[in-house]
């Protein structure tokens, strides 16, 4: 029997299994043939090296034939369509990759898949573990990279949002988890650690402090051994590597401190350093949570997304329409689409006429009316009457499908203003170390006695604790007093870029306005009263669900014989006689009379007997409360203003001039809403879009900040940097000041670290600060760094 674990994946090795090849020139054992496979592959390929960067054993490999014929069937176009994009020759694909565990599978599967002649570019997430990889379909076969991920021990699958949701909840439990042990114990510890502190001047009888030693010991073990773990294990990946990280020498001075401290509880002489341990831990961890739950927030808009399409139609099969799984729908199939039914995938209307909700995907209140030949979404919703679609788009040709692929592929990453303390601490580690080693070697000649709590003082005293919060502390705070001011942040790179914004442009429907139909004039003719009319059109609109009638009083009565023309009216009877609501030529034809202009360039429809007009209603949008209040504090801040909407009526004219907005554009489809923010980055301007709808996600995802209303549709608010959740633009103007302010107080904390340990680091070396001294001393760099930062919240 073999006692050695398996090379490749770490399993037992077998009874009578003697299975080896020759890995770097030494003789390896595998538990399987399919081991030694994968590690051949991965040594012949000349990535070999992933065996000294990984920090957990490879999954173990498959043999499965069936496997292998599951792969094969991804070559079909049909299963291609639902999850591959395809420009020309070049085929683009998102997988999700099991067995994942650190960053040298990432190393391994990215280097392994582009060094395959056919694959242009491959992208691992280490985060969602989703694989976005473009390969030239002349050269290569989907399945073939099926192949090459499961030749080196993982295993891939196409993309679905759940899944990945799943990953990322494990992920965040887990952080929440060693937040919330360490925040306990860090509590605790500190307590006892006054009395400690205060005992040594005091005096504190002898069985009490060992008692408070050994409490400290107790509890802030779980903080060493599972909070601070990531710390440790990126550490020994790094030095693996060669590669000296933040986490080095945190874990170093976590390390000795603790054992340190252990060894001091133990004989009962020495100091403890427990409560700076727990301190530390738990304020790298939590600016580290808030970074991680920030790109969550990015990446779940997918599910968001894709939570719109249902889960079955009514498609013609075999002469009559049967239910089916949107899943299984084909190009060219036919789907019935009743009233309060949606959309599955694009198609065209062959059959029926019916005003469709597209809120959901433009923001816009008002439902579009669409008729024969007419293109209709997916993720739409028929109100009025059953028409029959055609199916044009499946897969990722659709449109929804298009919108996530594009989320998929936008990259989570910490911004630039969080890598500052970074990049100086990138220079400022290796000194650190090498400074502490030379100070015990230099006191191993002066004092052996001292060497070790001299050189343990200085590499404590210079731990870049306070330079490691600088940042997160900062953006904590901004983000905290962001959230008081209704905004809530889901993109980290807002507190960097928002100061430097040029030009604000904001969406009309929901944004500017309210986003609601109101009834703002009514004009009775013909001797009627204005509650006269109200009460005919209440009936009338009654049994509608059209967002018009929702701006009608309601009534106790409906009408009867009530007859719906979409994009057009209603015509109902009330007491024997036949009455029309609706638009102008929608009324002309009803009572077979010419109609005279509305009163004004106005959203107005029309009332009428079956002879002749009797009252005209004014149906709007209005502004804001606070709108005009924002447009002028931005622009006293000297930004640029401008109003894009795809409202084509002289409404958008009327409020842009309302609100004393130098910049109204109306009309524009989401592509030219596109084009007028491409056009302001090409004259070098920074921009912040503020929108409220699917029409708008080009633009939120091309802006430099963006920002969605409350509001606003689900997928409005997940594609965007932060969101408006107290619906009070003032708070906009607010945002201008913190952002200012942290880039502000970022500076002011990284110019103290750096001074405490030019100034402390001398004085440590010298002998001149006890690790006691030097403990407090980091805490207290770390505290002034924190309550700094605290003045955020007071904006």
């Known amino acids: 029997m073999n006692n050695h674990p398996c090379y490749h994946c770490g399993e037992d090795i077998p009874p009578n299994i003697d299975v080896k090849c020759d890995i770097d020139g030494t003789d390896q054992a595998f538990c399987c043939y399919g081991c030694q496979a994968v590690a051949m592959t991965i040594s012949d390929a000349g990535l070999s090296n992933y065996y000294q960067f990984r920090t957990e054993n490879a999954p173990q490999a498959s043999d499965n034939k069936e496997q292998q014929e599951k792969y094969s069937l991804f070559n079909e176009n049909t299963v291609q369509e639902r999850f591959c994009t395809y420009e020309g020759e070049t085929a683009s694909a998102t997988l999700l990759i099991s067995g994942i565990s650190c960053a040298a599978c990432v190393w391994l599967l990215e280097k392994h898949l582009e060094s395959i002649e056919g694959i242009d570019d491959a992208q691992v997430n280490l985060t969602t573990h989703r694989a976005t990889i473009t390969w030239n379909t002349e050269q290569l076969k989907l399945s073939s990279i099926f192949f090459a991920i499961d030749a080196i021990g993982y295993h891939a699958e196409p993309w679905k949002a759940t899944k990945a949701a799943r990953l990322q909840q494990k992920e965040s439990h887990s952080a929440l988890a060693r937040l919330g042990i360490a925040g306990i114990c860090m509590m605790q510890v500190s307590m006892m650690a006054n009395a400690l502190y205060f005992g040594h001047y005091t005096g504190i009888d002898q069985s009490f402090e060992s008692f408070i030693r050994w409490a400290s010991l107790f509890l ?68 580290r949570y808030f970074e991680m739950k920030a790109r969550h927030q990015s990446s779940q808009a997918s599910n968001e997304l894709i939570s719109l399409l249902p889960n079955t139609s009514l498609v013609l099969n075999d002469g009559e329409y049967k239910i089916t799984p949107t899943e299984q729908i084909k190009l060219g199939d036919k789907v019935l689409i009743k009233p309060g039914h949606t959309v599955p995938s694009d198609a065209k209307v062959i059959e029926g006429t019916a005003d469709i909700d597209e809120s959901a995907l433009t923001g816009e209140y008002l439902p579009v009316n669409k008729t024969v030949n007419d293109d209709v979404l997916g993720g739409t919703v028929c109100l009025d009457h059953p028409i029959i679609v055609e199916v044009t788009k499946i897969g990722h040709q659709n449109t929804l499908n298009l919108v996530v692929e594009l989320m998929n592929k936008a990259e989570s990453s910490k911004p630039k203003i969080a890598r500052i303390a970074d990049s100086i601490a990138s220079r400022f580690v290796a000194a650190v170390l090498i400074t502490a080693g030379t100070v015990w070697a230099s006191w191993m000649f002066i004092d052996p006695d001292k060497a070790f709590w001299i050189a343990l003082s200085v590499l404590v005293v210079t731990c870049p604790c306070a330079l490691s919060l600088a940042t ?7 983000t905290s007093a962001l959230k008081r001011s209704g905004l809530v942040i889901t993109s980290t790179h807002v507190l960097e870029t928002l100061p430097t914004t040029t030009d604000v442009l904001f969406d009309k429907t929901g944004t500017l306005t309210q986003g609601k139909l109101t009834l703002a004039e009514v004009k009775p003719c013909d001797g009627f009263t204005e509650e006269q009319v109200l009460e005919l059109a209440a009936q009338i609109e009654g049994v509608s669900e059209h967002p018009i009638a929702r701006a009608f009083p309601k009534s106790a009565n409906h009408a009867t014989e009530v007859e719906i023309t979409p994009g057009g009216g209603i015509s109902g009877v009330i007491g024997n006689e036949l009455y029309h609501i609706g638009h102008t ?20 429809i029309i009332l009428a007997n079956n002879q002749k007009p009797i009252a005209w209603f004014k149906i709007e949008d209005t502004e804001r409360n606070d709108a005009e209040q924002t447009i002028s504090e931005l622009r006293e801040k000297g930004l640029n203003v401008h109003m894009l909407t795809g409202d084509h009526s002289q409404a958008a004219q009327i409020i842009g001039n309302k609100l004393r907005i130098p910049n109204i554009h109306s009309g524009l489809s989401p592509q030219d809403k596109l084009d007028q923010l491409n056009n302001l980055h090409k004259e070098n301007k920074q921009t912040l879009m503020v929108g409220d709808g699917i029409n708008d996600i080009p633009v939120l995802a091309s802006a430099g900040v963006s920002i969605a209303m409350s509001d606003a549709t689900d997928l409005a608010k997940t594609k965007s940097d932060m969101v408006l959740m107290n619906g009070q633009l003032t708070s906009i103007s607010k945002a201008f000041q913190i952002s200012k302010k942290c880039r502000q107080v970022i500076k002011q904390n990284l110019t103290w670290a750096l001074m405490y340990n030019l100034i402390a680091l001398p004085l440590a070396a010298t002998g001149y600060i006890p690790p006691w001294a030097a403990a407090i001393g980091m805490s207290t760099s770390s505290l002034v760094v924190v309550l700094n930062a605290l003045r955020l919240r007071k904006i």
């Open 472 to 478: 997160p502390t900062a953006i904590t705070a901004a």
């Open 585 to 604: 030529k929608f009324i002309s034809k009803q009572i077979n009379a010419s109609i005279q202009s509305p009163p004004d360039q106005d959203h107005w």
């Open 220 to 287: 802030s073990t779980p903080v060493v051994l599972y909070s601070a773990f990531p710390f440790f294990n990126t550490a020994i990946r790094d030095l693996k590597a060669r590669h000296l990280t933040m986490d080095v020498p945190v874990s170093i001075a976590i390390a000795l401190a603790y054992t340190s401290s252990i060894w001091a509880t133990f004989n009962g002489k020495g100091e403890v350093y427990f409560d700076s341990v727990c301190m530390f831990t738990f304020f790298l961890l939590l600016g």
